[in-house]
């Protein structure tokens, strides 16, 4: 072989032309259309489920943030009611004939007021089940009676220690006694 002859290919024939690449049929066609419409069609719905997902997302965040302003008092309160009780243990054993205690008496239950009402401002509520049906979900049961024609059975009968809820979610159960 000379130095200027090219060395035979045994299929030159066989390159395809640029007009072979650019041969596709119609139906080759459709099915790539009908890949490319099912391909968006994934995207959008991949899309939808996304944004859902993101409202979802947000709504749990707001929800979550306003139960944490709501219940963000929850364990400060508890410990506050110690104080209301205290305060109803001194008004119910004073002597309101005394004329020395007279003031004490009213100190005590204006401070009572106040600091009633301003648990009230913050979602505090108090449950004073005296004469109503048993609840376990808010009532403590710490004694029964036999029931009477005054207390049906399962009627609170006393309370020993009201219940108060923050802001609809029991904060403490109401220390009761129960008819039987």
């Known amino acids: 072989m000379s130095e200027n002859q090219l060395p035979?290919?045994?299929?030159?024939?066989?390159v395809p032309s640029d007009a072979d690449f650019l041969e596709v049929t119609e139906t080759e066609v459709e099915v790539l259309t009908a890949r490319v419409a099912e391909l968006e069609a994934q995207l959008k719905d991949t899309q939808l489920r996304a944004q859902a997902e993101?409202?979802?997302?947000?709504?749990r965040a707001d929800r979550e943030v306003t139960?944490?302003?709501?219940?963000?008092?929850?364990?400060?309160?508890?410990?506050?009611?110690?104080?209301?009780?205290?305060?109803?243990?001194?008004?119910?054993?004073?002597?309101?004939?005394?004329?020395?205690?007279?003031s004490l008496i009213e100190g005590l239950q204006l401070t009572h007021k106040v600091f009633i009402d301003t648990l009230?401002?913050?979602g505090v509520e108090a449950?004073?089940?005296?004469?109503?049906?048993?609840?376990?979900?808010?009532?403590?049961?710490?004694?029964?009676?036999?029931?009477?024609?005054?207390h049906p059975a399962?009627?609170?009968?006393?309370?020993f220690q009201k219940g108060y809820t923050l802001s609809g979610r029991l904060l403490r159960p109401a220390m009761v006694v129960v008819a039987q």
Do not use: Y
């Open 8 to 14: 035979e290919t045994d299929n030159v024939d066989n």
């Open 120 to 122: 009230k401002k913050f």
């Open 127 to 150: 449950v004073d089940p005296t004469g109503q049906p048993f609840n376990a979900e808010l009532h403590q049961a710490v004694a029964t009676q036999p029931a009477s024609e005054t």
């Open 154 to 159: 399962n009627t609170v009968i006393t309370a």
């Open 67 to 102: 139960n944490a302003h709501k219940f963000a008092l929850e364990k400060f309160s508890g410990g506050l009611l110690e104080v209301v009780d205290n305060l109803e243990r001194a008004m119910a054993v004073a002597n309101p004939q005394d004329d020395s205690l007279k």
């Open 54 to 59: 993101i409202r979802n997302i947000q709504g």
